[in-house]
């Protein structure tokens, strides 16, 4: 039986690349998204792929979504923790709770959903989690303490998870993708955004098929001893 894979943030942007390059490997996707229906229901129809709506800041939600995930397409052996929202301000600015907000969904959500499926996976002896960081949690960036911050926390929490996960055949890696064409990245001034392209070796921004690879590689049966890395997927603009 295929294997099941969930993909948070899963039906728009880099995600929704992600779960369909998953598909294409082989993987009984599933996609969670927090709000925008339309936008989900729309990926949902195109690829066939089921859809859960819950927010990932939230323990109790999460749990809800995974256990209907587990009783209705079966158990997940593959996570990828790729959900996450920018609320950039220098600290000047930046309120509490853009700080939370931040916080809760990029990286509580990692402890989330790990805590609620790696149980799973250390009964049936296999996992595959990468959990997706970014170029701006290893180098920082203006304007983003919080997005930063809970980037850098991925990147740690994925080299500790790794290790506990090693003797039950579950590997924990992590991507730091650069600067990627998605709305996101979009949201940048033009200004700026133009002064951080002109600082990318390869001198173009990364398309969501450039992070998708990554995962396909390191959710392979076969990648078993590649655990508790980070594979930075940036052209070059942060070499860490
Ligand atoms: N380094 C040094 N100084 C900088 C700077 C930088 N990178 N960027 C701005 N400044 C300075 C400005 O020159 C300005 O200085 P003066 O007041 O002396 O002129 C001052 O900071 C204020 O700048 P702004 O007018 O731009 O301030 P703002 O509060 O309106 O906006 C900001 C600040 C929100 C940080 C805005 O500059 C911004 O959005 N920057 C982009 C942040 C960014 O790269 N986000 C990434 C989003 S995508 C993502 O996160 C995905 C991923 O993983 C890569």
């Not at 979504?65 to 997940?76: C, D, F, M, S, T």
């Not at 301000?89 to 907000?101: E, F, I, V």
């Not at 916080?103 to 296999?126: A, H, P, V, W």
Request: charged share 20%; glycine share 12%; aromatic share 8%.
């Amino acid at each position: 039986m295929a294997r099941v894979a969930l993909v948070t943030g899963g039906t728009r942007g880099i995600g929704a690349e992600i779960s369909r390059a998953l598909q294409a490997a082989g993987r009984t996707v599933v996609a969670a998204y927090a709000g925008n229906d339309k936008a989900a229901a729309e990926f949902s129809n195109e690829t066939g792929i089921k859809v859960y709506k819950f927010d990932v800041s939230s323990f109790d939600q999460c749990k809800e979504g995974v256990q209907r995930i587990v009783a209705e397409v079966g158990p997940v052996e593959i996570l990828v923790n790729n959900a996450g929202i920018t609320r950039d301000g220098t600290l000047q600015k930046m309120d509490r709770d853009m700080w939370d907000a931040v916080i809760d969904t990029n990286l509580g959500s990692c402890y989330n959903l790990c805590k609620l499926t790696f149980q799973d996976m250390r009964e049936r002896k296999f996992g595959r989690i990468v959990n997706i960081g970014s170029v701006n949690g290893q180098a920082g960036q203006y304007g983003q303490v919080n997005y930063a911050a809970a980037k850098s926390g991925i990147h740690g929490f994925t080299k500790a998870l790794a290790q506990e996960g090693a003797k039950f055949g579950i590997t924990v890696n992590a991507i730091a993708p650069g600067y990627v064409d998605t709305e996101m990245v979009r949201a940048v001034p033009p200004d700026v955004l133009q002064k951080i392209i002109a600082r990318i070796p390869v001198g173009r921004l990364g398309t969501p098929g450039d992070i998708a690879r990554g995962v396909v590689f390191l959710t392979s049966d076969d990648s078993d001893f590649v655990t508790g890395s980070t594979l930075s997927i940036n052209g070059g603009q942060h070499m860490y």
